[in-house]
């Protein structure tokens, strides 16, 4: 990071990549501003001590090829709390902006949060995050069906969508239900369905981040963990499921090549919010539980007979 500040992310050098983008009819159309989850990501990216520089001027900090076209990746240091700063998302916005313009590229992405917190700002079109989100709901419904097929779980089985009336939740309600399938959306307070209790359920997490934890107690052994959410669940609340049987599935985003690779659990992959406008974006599906409990599940799934708890 501290090199790509001194040699391509001063706007001198910004500008010069811009002519060489253009002289070469711009192979990168496209960027990614991320931004780091927890303090662990943000160390990940840059010096404790180059942080407070960069919480929200983006910094060159990789390259991303996938669906085809290679892209740039930027980061920042700003975290979720900072957004709810005044003018930070303004602000962040703009500097984007202008980078994009010195770059020649037309579109910009936002990881996480970003997009939705940019909207209910003012700072981000809405016909924009419509157009994100619908892109990683058509995402995750693929995802939802790769791990019906690996699991052979029947069609008929009910899904839980946990943020289902969100800028993702919405468009994925609508394209489960044009295949005919169970959906029970919970939002907010809503509490889980007590009519599945005891059933095979499979639960899509594209809330908010925590959600999925303040409803812990509700679930049950037979539920399957579907997430899509930033960032994936931490080592304890996996735990806490093992011990409760319910095996973990993570959406680590599409599948492509970032040099360097995303860390943890976004490793081997590029997120959805950063993927480009592709038709054939196909997602990549991890496995975040035990291999002991990935094999009671597959003997369940071959008798037949999950096994449920009360």
Not at 71 to 92: A, W
Request: glycine share 8%.
């Amino acid at each position: 990071m501290l090199l790509s500040i001194v040699f391509l992310s001063n706007p001198l050098s910004l500008v010069l990549l811009g002519l060489l983008n253009r002289l070469f009819l711009r192979p990168f159309r496209s960027f990614f501003v991320v931004y780091p989850a927890s303090q662990r990501y943000a160390d990940h990216y840059g010096f404790k001590f180059l942080q407070p520089a960069l919480k929200k001027t983006p910094v060159i900090c990789g390259v991303y090829f996938q669906g085809g076209t290679p892209g740039l990746i930027l980061g920042i240091s700003g975290t979720e709390s900072d957004f709810k700063k005044p003018g930070f998302l303004s602000d962040l916005k703009k500097k984007s902006d202008q980078i994009a313009r010195w770059l020649g590229i037309s579109s910009v992405k936002y990881s996480g949060i970003l997009p939705s917190s940019m909207h209910r700002a003012g700072v981000l079109e809405p016909l924009e995050l419509k157009r994100r989100s619908s892109r990683v709901a058509q995402v995750v419904f693929r995802a939802e069906k790769e791990l019906r097929q690996q699991l052979s779980i029947e069609t008929e089985t009910p899904v839980i969508l946990l943020g289902g009336h969100g800028s993702v939740g919405a468009p994925l309600q609508r394209l489960l239900q044009t295949q005919g399938r169970s959906v029970y959306t919970v939002d907010c307070d809503d509490p889980i369905p007590e009519s599945l209790r005891g059933e095979r359920v499979i639960l899509i997490d594209v809330a908010r981040k925590g959600a999925l934890e303040e409803r812990m107690p509700q679930l049950w052994q037979g539920i399957i963990i579907l997430n899509e959410t930033y960032p994936a669940p931490r080592r304890r609340t996996l735990q806490q499921l093992e011990e409760m049987a319910i095996p973990v599935f993570h959406i680590a985003g599409v599948k492509g090549i970032a040099l360097p690779r995303f860390p943890g659990a976004y490793s081997g992959g590029i997120p959805c919010c950063g993927m480009n406008d592709s038709d054939d974006n196909q997602p990549l599906l991890k496995y975040l539980s035990s291999e002991s409990l990935r094999k009671n599940l597959a003997q369940q799934t071959e008798n037949n007979t999950p096994s449920i708890a009360a």
